[in-house]
RNA sequence: CCAGACGGCCGGAUGGCCGCUCCGCGGCGCUGGGAUCAACGCUGCGGGGAGGAAAGUCCGGGCUCCACGGAAACACGGUGCCGGUUAACGGCCGGCGGGGGCGACCCCAGGGAAAGUGCCACAGAAAGCAAACCGCCCACGCGCCUGCCGGAUGGCAGGCCCCAUGGGUAAGGGUGAAAGGGUGCGGUAAGGGCGCACCGCGCCGCCGGCAACGGGGGCGGCAUGGUAAACCCCACCGGGAGCAAGACCGAAUAGGGGCGGCAGGCUCCCCAUUGACGCCCCAAGGGGUGAACAGGGGGGCAAGCGGGUUUCCGGGCCGCCGCCCGGGUUGGUCGCGCGAGGCGUCCGGCGACGGGCGUCCCAGAGGAAUGGCCAUCCGCCGGCGUUGCCCCCUGGGCGCGCCGGCGACAGAACCCGGCUUACAGGCCGUCUGGCACC
């Protein structure tokens, strides 16, 4: 099992929309990128990045909160066992983030990592 | 039982699996080895963890910084019946006045219009200063009608539905949100506070009340239209900005300011009284001179500079070096939760509220924790069924069962007192008006 951290910065999440690397499913948008070029590339190597975004489009404040916090749920079962490690992602949550099924969401972000590359058979 | 008024309260519950954050206690880790403190990381156990509005950010305070001689005044903004309450308020409580409702009760931006200025659309004759469109009344006749006289375009007499002129009126008509008090009687040519009664208004006493105000009396024939959520006047209140306040720590790089690099000193090495070093002479070997003298060169020390302006001295400029100071980006720590605090109870007060006693410690995040998923129950809505009950019986209500859907408004960001706005559903109490029964 690998580390999720949160990411926090203005400035990565910036550098993560960078690489055009998305997938935009009904529940959520999904963005990727690496930070090491290859490899397991130092200590930071092992961890998974995650960052989580609710505009004002999805809600309320209260809706956004729960939008983001079915994210961080969804992120803690699915990126821990399945992302490879050494990667930022960010979560982008939609309107239906907070009515869709949650089994719905995970197979949302299941597919969106198989797209870009990202899926690892479970540890 | 129905309809309604007011006040208070709740605002999903339980369980399972997996998490977040803060606090307390314990364990482990942190590179030569051992011991140990703090912080940090991981981990185990226990405990706390959104609201009545956390919202809007509309008022009032605490707190912080800035400004300031206590302050006062102008400007600007706010408040505006009276009394109380409070840390304070534009809040709240109790009264007063006006309006609405059969009633419980509800609503009111409720100071001043004889200080001044402005405005009063449309309509209307006229919107502030008294005027007069229709009408009414009187007079007059140069108008008209009738009759008589006369040859006559004339004279005489009478009359006023229609006409002109002069005068009197403001009752009636019509307009308007508003037309110079209202109703009635008398009076009058017609009318009019012209006179009288009542109401209203103004002024002056009296009584009740702390007061707003209320009650009653006398006088005045009535003067002063409305609008102050128009300017304004009067009274009272307000210094400004806000936790991104503010305090502390503060790396690399770049940049800012100040001082020094002057004199003098200490120390080490080399040369030197058999004369170093500088200058002068030379036959190139040396000699003279400073020398009536003891120093010279180099390095180091908080010691020591270099460039360039023709040169020297001084000064300035640029650069370098050393030391010191201040600002400050990312970031971190504090501010930061024991408080105008919650609950219970007693006392004072109609009440807002105040006081005493007891008891409790009750969120503290920072891309922002306080949750995610599932199950059962509960509540509401819709549909279908019903061998149940009731009624005013093609139907409806209540109850029960099944299926489906939904779970109001809304997320702390320094704190507190209010206001306003949003809100599915439900509970409790007091009161009012009906109906039925005793």
Redesign the pocket.
């Known amino acids: 099992m690998v580390t999720v951290t949160?990411?926090?910065?203005?400035r990565e999440?910036l550098a993560v929309a960078s690489t055009r690397k998305k997938w935009a499913a009904p529940g959520l948008v999904l963005q990727v990128r690496r930070h090491f070029a290859d490899g397991d590339a130092g200590m930071n190597g092992g961890l998974i990045r995650v960052?989580?975004?609710a505009s004002k489009k999805v809600g309320?404040?209260?809706v956004r909160?729960?939008a983001?916090?079915?994210l961080?749920?969804?992120a803690?079962q699915v990126l821990a066992n399945h992302a490879i490690p050494g990667c930022d992602v960010?979560l982008i949550a939609r309107a239906d983030t907070t009515t869709r099924?949650?089994a719905s969401l995970r197979q949302d972000l299941e597919t969106g990592l198989r797209r870009l590359g990202l899926w690892k058979l479970e540890s």
């Open positions: 949160p990411l926090k910065k203005r999440f960052g989580l975004t309320s404040a209260v909160n729960r983001r916090r079915r961080r749920a969804l803690r960010v099924p949650f």
